[in-house]
């Protein structure tokens, strides 16, 4: 049986030689056992520092890396083409910066202007490669988002090494069709739900046995590592298609769901139900609700049962989710529309946006009627 191991990455500091870091690329996980693989094959059926500078020169690979910090017989020349390889293993980063605000997102603009339009938004503590710099902005991509930021509110080189190195989290991705999340690591143990492919979840610990224990929400449960790739994973930027709304959709919607966007991020705390110091699933839809007047119990199983139960395909943003394990409801998510979710997930993720089928749905309900 092959063991599998998440690379840690070396950091520098000023008493040390360079070295160059260990690849952060996972490996990826094999059959551990031909019987297994036989088996586990129908286990997937249904049932600031400062600006960053112009980064393409000499001089800004040093400000942007740790060009000051080492002690080396190396040429300055010999250290920056070092320096450039190195920067490359950090997630697949060249120029790694990090999103660097108190709260709420940094806005991602197609021009450098605060008068530039919207393409998307950067979560606090996202990742993002920069790609160049223009009075005092800096252009970036981040997920499936390209565009200008203020520099000001990114971290950058050394900086941004650590904070990766801090956030960084061990990340397990589908790779089948309908991926059975099992209660315990056993073929023979209860089938909570399923996730699709591509679909990802937050690793806990990658056992010997060929499973894996992973974060569904804020439970620990268990993968066959047959069937997922692992992943060193950061946080990347929100689209705007993940931010829009259908026609249709009243304003009272669309303000509800905008409020409750602008508590991402923020921590997730088992019975809590503060959006700033943190709440659970229940507790976070309870708080956004409140605010329009609306009064829920604090539980996702006594939500269920309010309002009026509809199916997928009538879904609106404002419109509630649940998800259930054995047949009993143990989680709610708040649907904003474009086929996502805004939930507080786990003590790892806190409050974050995913798919709305990011696990099986076992019931949606309609609380606002108009």
Known sequence: ??????????????CMLFMEPLSASATELKDVNASNKINNAADTTIVDDTSAGDIDGTEDMLTAGVGDLYHSPLSKVEYVEIAKKAEGALWGYTHLGICNVEENNLNIRQEPSEDGKLVGKLPKNAACEIKGSEN??????????????????????????????????????????????????SLDAEVVTQVASGESLDIVEIQDDGWIKVYLDDEEVFVSADYVDVKSDLETAITMTELMYG????????????????????????????????????????????????????????????????????????DLVFYAKGGVVNHVA???????????????????ISSYNYRTP?????ILQS
Request: aromatic share 8%.
């Open 247 to 318: 026609q249709g959709v009243s304003d009272v919607r669309v303000d509800l769901c905008q409020y409750a966007k602008q508590f991402l991020g923020n921590p997730y705390v088992w019975g809590g139900t503060s959006l700033t110091k943190g709440a659970d699933c229940s507790g976070f839809v309870l708080s956004v609700f409140s605010k329009y007047g609306v009064s829920l119990p604090h539980s996702s199983r006594a939500q269920s049962k309010m309002g009026t139960a509809i199916n997928a395909s009538q879904l609106q943003p404002g």
């Open 334 to 352: 708040l649907y904003i529309g474009g086929g996502q979710v805004i939930h507080a997930s786990s003590p790892k993720t806190g409050i974050k």
């Open 362 to 366: 076992y019931k949606m309900v309609r």
């Open 1 to 14: 049986m092959k063991k599998h191991r998440i690379g840690m990455i070396c950091v520098l500091s000023s």
């Open 136 to 185: 005092g902005w800096a252009y970036i991509a981040s997920g499936k988002v390209e565009g200008y930021v203020k520099e000001e509110y990114l971290l950058t080189g050394f900086d941004a090494k650590m904070k990766g190195e801090e956030l960084a989290t061990a990340i397990a991705v589908s790779t089948a069709d309908a991926l059975n999340i099992r209660e315990m690591p």
